[in-house]
């Protein structure tokens, strides 16, 4: 008998968790409690915090070819392989929200999105402090907490519906990786996807996850 590869053996355990949580799922609310006793959901599309800088718009400036754009007085590059991530993770959530120094003014990124194929979506919510661009700055102590105050994280957690932040971690806190952030992080339910190393957001990042 022919002895599968480390990749067939991956694809199959997941394909047998896959299996399992469906097998161990309430037939009527479709959650589980998995091995670590948190409640989830079997087959639920996940929820996607999605960050612009270092993810959408590749942060710093490395020189090489990408789609150049002008938005909100700035130049804002975006590479093709950005684009078919992009895709990837539109495609397999059941909803994308904007949590990004940019607030609501990144719904400036939708029509070239949308010319692009990405996503058909004209418009996207955005996780809120309360504030805009202009008023709140590039700053990122506000996005924990008020990812934990919006709506649709409560939601989604209530749901057992898995949860995607899409970040430049390494960059965003502070400049420096923080153990107790990503502790913070998950502790919340929610999955980090960090894009710090590279500066935007690469098919990579998204290995592993449903968006791949």
């Not at 960050?51 to 093709?80: C, K």
């Not at 058909?120 to 590039?138: C, M, N, P, Q, Y």
């Not at 949860?163 to 960059?171: K, N, V």
Request: proline fraction near 3%; aromatic fraction near 8%.
């Amino acid at each position: 008998m022919k002895q599968m590869t480390a990749e067939e053996q991956i694809q199959a355990g997941r394909i047998l968790q896959t299996y399992e949580e469906h097998m161990r799922a309430d037939e009527n609310t479709g959650l589980y409690v998995d091995r670590d006793g948190v409640t989830r959901a079997a087959g639920l599309k996940p929820l996607v915090l999605l960050d612009v800088d270092g993810v959408v718009n590749a942060w710093p400036d490395n020189g090489s070819e990408r789609h150049q754009l002008r938005l909100q007085g700035m130049r804002v590059l975006v590479s093709d392989e950005t684009l078919e991530a992009l895709r990837g993770v539109f495609r397999a959530a059941h909803e994308v929200l904007w949590c990004t120094a940019w607030r609501g003014a990144a719904n400036d990124f939708m029509r070239f999105l949308r010319e692009q194929n990405v996503t058909t979506e004209h418009r996207l919510d955005w996780v809120s402090d309360g504030l805009t661009l202009r008023t709140g700055g590039f700053t990122t102590k506000w996005k924990l907490p008020a990812v934990r105050a919006t709506e649709q994280v409560w939601e989604a957690q209530k749901a057992g519906r898995p949860i995607y932040w899409i970040e430049d971690f390494g960059w965003g806190i502070e400049h420096h990786h923080s153990s107790m952030k990503y502790t913070d992080i998950t502790q919340a339910g929610i999955t980090p996807i960090d894009t710090a190393k590279e500066g935007q957001l690469l098919l990579t990042h998204l290995e592993g996850t449903p968006f791949e």
